[in-house]
């Protein structure tokens, strides 16, 4: 299924996770690189927002004349994403054939005559919180629903969505009160967050000890209520940091 080594291929989606990417960009790195080996195609991701519902969130690969129609879809719409969801359980259609087999309503947007559909439940804390699909050309072994790397890539898949989620809420609260909160050096750290420095080299800029950096972020971290830097500063500037 996945031939990359796979603490390789899941350092490497964990640390993509922690950059916040866009969910576009999210998809665009599972299906150029995380799923590379079985010539990945194409992909979309729903997040259920809202009880009975699949919102999607991004695609890549899909042509937006197949997609827009279905922005949102009631979980009892069938379709492989949103059984998947529904159900719990990953599905594989070694092509399109097959697929229409089982949903022939779908015949109308599928006019290719090759290609994997294979969809997946995201779980956080053994919830679904949404769901996975992708195209690829080449069909995945049969124990790939088991395996330690599907597995791996679902599970960070549910934390890219519970980030997602979470950002999208703290993005809504007023945070101008929680900014007083924060002392003349903390609101400094939060602008060098800009610059990507280690802990050390922001101690040795602002002249004070890695410890104190430390317990700074800390406490910058609990007032915002996020552990992402870029999260922090994007929130910091609505509240009026410059």
């Known amino acids: 299924m996945l031939t990359t080594n796979t603490t390789e291929l899941l350092a490497d989606l964990a640390k993509t996770v922690l950059d916040d990417p866009k969910p ?3 998809l665009s790195h599972i299906v150029n690189k995380t799923l590379a080996s079985i010539d990945a195609r194409g992909a979309i991701l729903g997040v259920i927002e809202r009880e009975g519902f699949l919102d999607l969130q991004g695609t890549y690969g899909c042509a937006n004349d197949l997609v827009d129609p279905y922005m949102r879809i009631p979980l009892w719409t069938p379709m492989p994403i949103t059984d998947a969801a529904r159900s719990g359980e990953i599905s594989i259609f070694k092509s399109p054939k097959e ?6 309503h779908l015949s109308q947007i ?7 559909t294979i ?4 779980k956080h804390r053994n919830t679904v919180i949404g769901a996975i699909g992708f195209i690829s050309m080449k069909s995945p072994s049969d124990e790939f629903p088991n395996t330690d790397t599907t597995q791996g890539v679902l599970a960070l898949c549910g934390l890219y969505i519970r980030n ?5 809420v703290v993005t809504q609260k007023d945070y101008s009160t929680s900014m007083q909160t924060l002392s003349p050096r903390q609101k400094q750290i939060i602008k060098l967050f800009k610059e990507d420095l280690t802990t050390d080299q922001m101690a040795e800029r602002l002249k004070y000890s890695s410890s ?22 994007q929130l910091a500037e609505k509240a009026g940091l410059s």
């Open 24 to 26: 576009d960009q999210f």
């Open 99 to 104: 697929m229409i087999a089982m949903y022939p």
């Open 110 to 116: 599928n006019e290719t005559e090759a290609g994997v």
């Open 119 to 122: 969809s997946a439940p995201i």
């Open 164 to 168: 997602l989620l979470a950002n999208k």
């Open 212 to 233: 104190t950096i430390k317990q700074d972020i800390i406490k910058i971290y609990s007032v915002f209520g996020v552990n992402s830097r870029n999260v922090v500063v």
